[in-house]
């Protein structure tokens, strides 16, 4: 299905849709409520980095890194699909990377990783700084009731 994209010429003058792959139509929202297009845009964007967020996720280990710091708002937009990913990372012994990722990825607005997160986000580990255990107490608090 075409999308209605007639707008674009409205409010972005110089912008030449035609130089734009027909496959990234759908990722243009039609309207203002064409939430559709935003989720495909998201998805694709997991599937693009999906085989590399181990190694993105490293960058997580210290926010002082200028790296770091321009990944968070991509990391976050995937969201709960995350999770995987983060288990290892949540398990660990790195108490700097675990609150890098809980403070940056899991305890945002939306809340949707940390849902996706809950069953270990529900188990505090006995052998957990009491930084972590209360970050992770805050993050159950505001999203979990």
Not at 113 to 134: F, M, N, T, V, Y
């Amino acid at each position: 299905m075409e999308r209605d994209l007639t707008w674009i010429a409205k409010v972005v003058p110089d912008f030449d849709l035609s130089r734009i792959p027909s496959d990234l139509h759908e990722f243009i929202p039609a309207d203002k409520t064409d939430l559709e297009a935003v989720t495909a845009l998201k998805a694709s964007l997991y599937e693009r980095l999906r085989p590399i967020l181990p190694v993105l996720l490293t960058w997580m280990q210290d926010l002082n890194w200028p790296v770091a710091q321009a990944l968070v708002p991509v990391l976050a937009s995937i969201g709960a699909h995350l999770v995987k990913d983060l288990e290892p990372i949540l398990h660990s012994e790195d108490e700097m990377w675990k609150y890098w990722i809980l403070t940056c990825l899991v305890d945002t607005p939306d809340g949707a990783l940390a849902k996706a997160l809950q069953p270990a986000l529900q188990k505090i580990e006995p052998g957990e700084s009491e930084d972590i255990r209360a970050i992770i107490s805050s993050i159950r608090t505001r999203h979990f009731t």
